[in-house]
């Protein structure tokens, strides 16, 4: 039996491309190996959102060709670079034996088959630009088994003058209201306790099938599986966040109260220029209207630094807002220009150093924002949920784990750090009283 490698980079979209790709290869009589260096064939599904991400993605790549040299394997490159830039890849990257296209998911085992036919002696190209379909098939869960993601759409119609990914994914893509909960039930089924629904858009599940935004439908008929404990949303663009969804979400206990609200900016001239949907003053009414209607309301977001125009006053602005917004979780980017996007060939670009300048003042407004809001929760009593184990000391007979309350996503919020002298269940909820906390993460241990 042939074995797989695989370096899954970039976002929880990407890693659920990843899943499918390993259950292709599973089915194609592929063994999964962790170590590179067992490996018959060697990807890098890749991420080209920004320009830090692709640099990431060439660095993977070429860390791979260091052990294809050593060791022969075979060398894939897939993914969001190798959809954008494959002809660069093939022809600049002779170690490259295949450039696989994001739309080829589902016969990836069968087209890294070929690479080992006798017959097949020129290196591989397969990559499509007509990207209307959703790929789908088996998965192979990289998650802890407690939890995965679920990919309800792909594509976006937004068309952000920041933004790549309407060119890389395509037009937004729903898929149908059967098929995602058919594979969510198989993933409860499996020991999914909690489901996290992941597209580019979440709020815009549904325009393409039926002619109308369809998110709560889709919510509805999820909350129907007996097993389900938990549905987290991320990535719902404000300006869709109406009444029926608030109502959803605050009427049913199996929503998760957290919401991921991608407001990239708050200053209604730079949010015009980036073609954002919605003005200061809808997103603070939005948040108002989440945090009135929901009881104890998670509101994380993400925000760009030194996007084209932006002044100085601009980011006092944003400043301003984070501190009176106090928004749970915010994840803080430099603009990255885009080749092919609007806002790339602006004029007013930023230098670098007042992008990192101006990242470094926000996150500093935020993490002191994050830390009273953690200071707050010392000495309470918290429900977590378990996700791994970090250690344990023998001198103290203490494990540590690395758990999540309800409030918390995985990989992109805080974390609760539990020490127990008793071994805890990954998955399994317990109750912890936290004595401690760091800037980002809450310090507790287990009640006994």
Do not use: W
């Not at 003058?161 to 060119?167: R, V």
Request: hydrophobic share 35%; proline share 3%; charged share 30%.
């Amino acid at each position: 039996m042939r074995k797989i490698g695989l370096i899954s980079l970039g976002c929880d979209k990407n890693r659920v491309d990843s899943e499918l790709l390993l259950g292709s290869a599973v089915d194609n009589d592929f063994e999964i190996v962790v170590d590179p260096m067992q490996a018959d064939v060697l990807v890098v599904n890749t991420c080209a959102f920004i320009e830090s991400a692709r640099r990431e993605a060439i660095e993977a790549i070429f860390d791979l060709v260091n052990v294809k040299n050593a060791t022969g394997a075979k060398l894939v490159v897939t993914g969001c670079l190798a959809q954008r830039y494959p002809q660069e890849i093939y022809n600049e990257i002779p170690e490259v034996d295949a450039v696989i296209g994001a739309d080829r998911y589902s016969q990836f085992g069968k087209i890294i088959s070929g690479l080992f036919d006798e017959n097949q002696t020129e290196r591989l190209l397969s990559v499509r630009n007509d990207l209307t379909t959703i790929e789908q098939g088996k998965r192979v869960l990289t998650t802890p088994k407690h939890y995965a993601y679920l990919r309800i759409a792909d594509g976006c119609n937004n068309f952000c003058t920041y933004c790549s990914i309407p060119y890389i994914r395509g037009r937004y893509r729903s898929r149908k209201i059967e098929e995602v909960v058919s594979e969510a039930t198989q993933l409860v089924k499996n020991g999914a306790k909690e489901l996290i629904l992941v597209a580019q858009d979440l709020t815009d599940y549904g325009i393409d099938l039926f002619g109308k935004r369809s998110l709560v439908s889709l919510l509805n008929e999820l909350c129907k599986i007996e097993e389900l404990d938990t549905i987290r949303l991320l990535y719902c663009y404000p300006e869709h966040v109406d009444d029926e969804l608030i109502n959803c979400i605050a009427d049913n206990p199996k929503i998760a109260k957290y919401i991921d609200l991608p407001l990239q900016h708050v200053n209604d001239r730079i949010l015009k220029r980036m073609n954002r949907k919605t003005d200061k003053q809808e997103i603070i009414e939005c948040i108002k209207k989440l945090r009135d209607n929901i009881f104890g309301m998670t509101i994380r977001s993400t925000f760009i630094c030194g996007f084209p125009g932006e002044t100085e006053e601009d980011v006092n602005e944003l400043g301003e807002f984070l501190k009176e917004q106090k928004l749970n979780n915010v994840g803080f980017f430099e603009y990255c220009r885009e080749e092919g996007t609007p806002a790339a060939s602006y004029p007013d670009q930023v230098s670098e150093k007042d992008k990192h300048d101006r990242l470094t003042k926000l996150a500093s407004i935020q993490n002191n924002i994050v830390y009273a809001r953690n200071i707050y929760h010392v000495g309470s009593h918290e429900k977590v949920t378990v996700d791994s184990v970090v250690s344990f000391d023998e001198k103290e007979g203490k494990y540590t784990y690395v758990c999540r309350t309800r409030d918390m996503a995985p990989l992109i919020d805080g974390v609760v750090y539990v020490s127990s002298k008793k071994e805890l269940q990954l998955g399994e909820k317990y109750k912890v009283l936290i004595n401690s906390c760091t800037n980002y993460d809450l310090i507790g241990e287990i009640e006994e």
